[in-house]
């Protein structure tokens, strides 16, 4: 399976500080997302940064893909407690394969 | 409001009561899709469909099917539930599907199934 794999599984840090995810995967993508969700809620959206790219920016977010590593962070600068969620990778795999999810990073951001 | 929608969001039934969860999305997206969430498991694919009629098989289909009669709606069945289908269960759609290198998904608020 090309299943990412985020590490740290759980990241608790202060307001304001920068947090750091990463993501590991094992075949060739297409493409690789990241993805929000709190609590027991459904998965948002936050990113797409493709094979042929190795940094992506939205707002506070900053995506890196290193495809010669297999692997993806996400930064999320200027933490806030609103930013307290599970962070989810997903690959898109260059054949015709579903996009397939990692078990997440849970990040609790302490006011 | 562009949105996939969910029914029911929260249901506890019993062993082997057939059920059905709807999906159902408002945004002509062609790829819909289940997913079960399980902790420490995250996010496993159930089923997908790239278009009415058409569906296939995810990693975790046994115990379960579904149906795409029409574009927006992709119905979850459990003909004979069992209590390891207990979960919370996500459908998502997207504009473009597998392959198309921009399968970017919506999904739904989620059901969360307890068997009995």
């Known amino acids: 399976s090309q299943q990412g794999e985020e590490d740290p599984q759980a990241l608790s840090i202060q307001e304001g500080e920068n947090a750091t995810m990463n993501c590991s995967y094992k075949t060739s993508i297409n493409n690789l997302q990241w993805y929000r969700q709190n609590s027991g809620r459904g998965l948002v959206h936050l990113i797409l940064?493709?094979?042929?790219?190795r940094e992506k920016h939205s707002g506070r977010l900053r995506v890196t893909l290193d495809t010669s590593k297999k692997s993806s962070s996400l930064l999320i600068t200027a933490s806030r407690a609103a930013d307290t969620a599970s962070y989810f990778c997903?690959?898109?795999?260059?054949?015709?394969?579903?996009?397939?999810f990692g078990k997440g990073t849970r990040l609790s951001v302490i006011a | 409001e562009a949105q996939v929608t969910q029914n029911p969001r929260y249901l506890i039934t019993v062993t082997g009561k057939k059920l059905t969860v709807t999906c159902s999305q408002n945004?002509?997206?062609?790829?819909m899709s289940w997913y079960r969430q399980d902790p420490g498991l995250g996010l496993r694919q159930i089923y997908y469909?790239?278009?009415?009629?058409?569906?296939d098989k995810g990693d975790v289909p046994e115990g379960y099917k579904v149906s795409r009669k029409e574009k927006r709606n992709f119905p979850l069945i459990l003909e004979s539930p069992s209590p390891n289908q207990t979960s919370l269960y996500f459908c998502?759609?997207?504009?473009?599907?597998?392959?198309?290198?921009?399968?970017?998904?919506?999904f739904g608020a989620g059901s969360r199934l307890t068997v009995l």
């Open positions: 945004m002509n997206h062609e790829y």
């Open positions: 998502a759609s997207s504009l473009e599907g597998v392959g198309s290198g921009a399968n970017v998904l919506t």
């Open positions: 997903a690959t898109e795999g260059s054949g015709n394969t579903p996009l397939v």
């Open positions: 469909s790239m278009n009415v009629e058409v569906t």
């Open positions: 940064i493709r094979s042929n790219e």
